[in-house]
């Protein structure tokens, strides 16, 4: 079982940057699609990102396409959520997923991922 442990959240402009890893215990790391979701307050769990086991493929919520990148390490159990071009209505908690898929698979819905971190605030001040 992997545990998954967010951090780099935190206040910003909008226009800013932002930038949000996950480090990962516990499992075999490259086996693992990992995935970035957010809640805002008072809305539900949405998609952000994901990115394959070897980090080749990824794939984007329209909303943060061409301003979010997901990057993964796999030789430090990482995956890191660049957030650009940061705008107030990105505000919300960001939580990293693990789900084991076949290579080069990404999965984009929440029930695909049985393992999650605990979540780490963004706040974007307009």
């Known amino acids: 079982q992997v545990q998954l442990v967010e951090s780099g959240g935190g206040l910003v402009q909008a226009g800013g940057s932002l930038r949000l890893s996950c480090a990962a215990s516990?499992?075999?790391?490259?086996?693992?699609?990992m995935g970035w979701f957010r809640q805002a307050p008072g809305k539900e769990r949405e998609f952000v990102g994901a990115v394959s086991r070897d980090g080749g493929t990824t794939s984007y919520a329209d909303s943060v396409k061409g301003r979010f990148t997901i990057s993964r390490d796999n030789a430090r159990n990482t995956v890191r959520l660049q957030m650009n071009s940061l705008k107030p209505e990105d505000t919300a908690d960001y939580y990293c997923a693990a789900g084991v898929t076949a290579y080069g698979i990404v999965l984009t819905s929440e029930i695909a991922y049985p393992y999650w971190g605990q979540g780490t605030q963004v706040t974007v001040s307009s």
């Open positions: 516990g499992g075999i790391f490259s086996t693992y699609n």
